[in-house]
Nanobody, 126 residues
Framework: QVQLVESGGGLVQAGGSLRLSCAAS????????MGWFRQAPGKEREFVAA????????YYADSVKGRFTISRDNVENTMSLQMNSLEPEDTAVYYC???????????????????WGQGTQVAVSS
């Protein structure tokens, strides 16, 4: 069983920054493909960013490209999402997720992830 715990959410003004963290249990975090997703009120969950386990290759949704940076620390068993130039449209609950496919992959679909955190709220005021 893997547990994922997000932290770092909060309220920020437009143009500000936040750094989200995802702490993972399990001795094999270094072999998990990881991703961030978000869900705004009344909307479906959407992909934000992903990072694979082998070479930390990353991929971003067009809406956050150039503003968000995903990274991981395989020693600390954590993944982060640095969010800069935040916009009101970024307001959502942010979830981290892990995929235990042994292949190093970037997954955009939530269906590819087996474990999810409880989410952390990000609110951006205009």
């Amino acid at each position: 069983q893997v547990q994922l715990v997000e932290s770092g959410g909060g309220l920020v003004q437009a143009g500000g920054s936040l750094r989200l963290s995802c702490a993972a249990s399990g001795r094999t975090f270094s072999s998990y493909n990881m991703g961030w997703f978000r869900q705004a009120p009344g909307k479906e969950r959407e992909f934000v960013a992903a990072i694979n386990w082998r070479d930390s290759n990353t991929y971003y949704a067009d809406s956050v490209k150039g503003r968000f940076t995903i990274s991981r620390d395989n020693v600390e068993n954590t993944m982060s999402l640095q969010m800069n130039s935040l916009e009101p449209e970024d307001t959502a609950v942010y979830y981290c997720a892990s995929s235990h496919d042994r292949r190093p992959r970037i997954y955009y679909s939530g269906d590819e992830y087996e474990y999810w955190g409880q989410g952390t709220q990000v609110a951006v005021s205009s």
